[in-house]
């Protein structure tokens, strides 16, 4: 039986966002203690704070303070906490109605197990010890035993919204750890990749070669097991000339990337083209791999010096 192949593979990059007077609001009052919401034009009071209203669409910026003590409307149980959540103990994941709001509020609660929690019970917010204006000054909710009241029975007051150096943008991690099967189908692909060869799978109903491929058409809906050896060589159906350049990739922009439709498959590849100005990259254009010593795909597609390809020959690949 060959063997089953399996990687660990991370996804994981910044996310930049501008903040918008509602959004800066919000964050800016967490670093400073404050709980904001929106008022909408039915009178609810959102927390979080959005910037359109969902009901009529209509742009809101009425302000409200709401209380730091609220009630758990519902409620999941974490018990194997993962890197980067707000606690490193089994703990509940809680949506909290603050006093004064008219929604809840996705968090966690520091319990001690599962029998601790129910829906209905009142909490109030423990404060991170260094704040910065994100969601994780509050460090999670934590039970809280007295019944509403001032300051947290009081109706939700209006806010300005103004703070000294307010928020003007955040730069949020996103992260995604995870184990990647190829299965059957792309792992003979990966196999015959390490003896620079590229491998597809027909279709028995319609023919197309699928390269990667699937072990199944997603046009006809059956099982493939034909293995087709494609190109090496292809030509560029459609390509794009990347301008920005990625964090930790050793490429000077600009550089293109296209799709390449190799010689024999049914569907184009996305690959670096290089060799060539970027400026002169075509439609058309036909490429070969190269590759590097060790490596187990190519590093990048240049030309071949043939002529382009005629547009018919690949239409039905774009």
């Not at 919401?37 to 979080?48: A, E, N, Q, S």
């Not at 917010?125 to 994780?136: D, K, L, M, S, Y």
Request: contains cysteine; glycine residues 10%; hydrophobic residues 35%.
């Amino acid at each position: 039986m060959p063997e089953v192949l399996q990687a660990p593979l991370v996804v994981e990059f910044p996310f930049t966002r501008s903040l918008g007077p509602v959004q800066s609001a919000f964050l800016t009052g967490l670093r400073e203690g404050v709980v904001l919401g929106v008022r909408t034009g039915d009178g609810r009071t959102l927390v979080p704070p959005v910037e359109y209203d969902p009901v009529t669409a209509e742009e809101i910026s009425d302000l409200v303070e709401v209380a730091h003590t609220g009630t758990v409307t519902t409620w999941a149980w974490n018990h194997e906490p993962r890197r980067g959540q707000p606690l490193d103990t089994p703990f509940a994941w809680v949506l909290v109605r603050l006093d004064g709001a008219d929604t809840a509020l996705l968090h966690a609660l520091d319990a001690p197990g599962p029998d601790a929690v129910r829906t209905g019970m009142r909490v109030r917010i423990r404060w991170a010890v260094e704040r910065t204006g994100a969601i994780t000054d509050i460090a999670c909710f934590e039970p809280y035993d007295a019944e509403p009241g001032p300051p947290a029975g009081r109706q939700p007051g209006r806010h300005t919204g103004e703070f000294q150096n307010p928020l003007t943008g955040i730069v949020a991690p996103a992260r995604l750890d995870y184990t990647y099967s190829p299965g059957r189908a792309q792992s003979a692909y990966i196999d015959a990749l390490a003896t620079q060869r590229t491998v597809g799978e027909r279709c028995p109903s319609c023919r197309k070669v699928y390269v990667p491929p699937r072990g199944a058409c997603p046009t006809c809906g059956v099982a493939t097991s034909e293995q087709v050896e494609v190109g090496p060589r292809g030509t560029v159906t459609t390509f794009c000339i990347v301008n920005i350049k990625a964090k930790n990739l050793d490429i000077e922009v600009p550089y293109v990337y296209a799709h390449i439709a190799l010689d024999g498959a049914g569907l184009a590849l996305h690959a670096r083209i290089g060799g060539i100005p970027y400026e002169e990259v075509r439609m058309g254009l036909r490429v070969e791999p190269v590759w590097t010593q060790g490596a187990r795909y190519p590093d990048h597609y240049r030309p071949t010096g043939e002529p382009d390809a005629d547009y018919d020959a690949y239409k039905e690949l774009l």
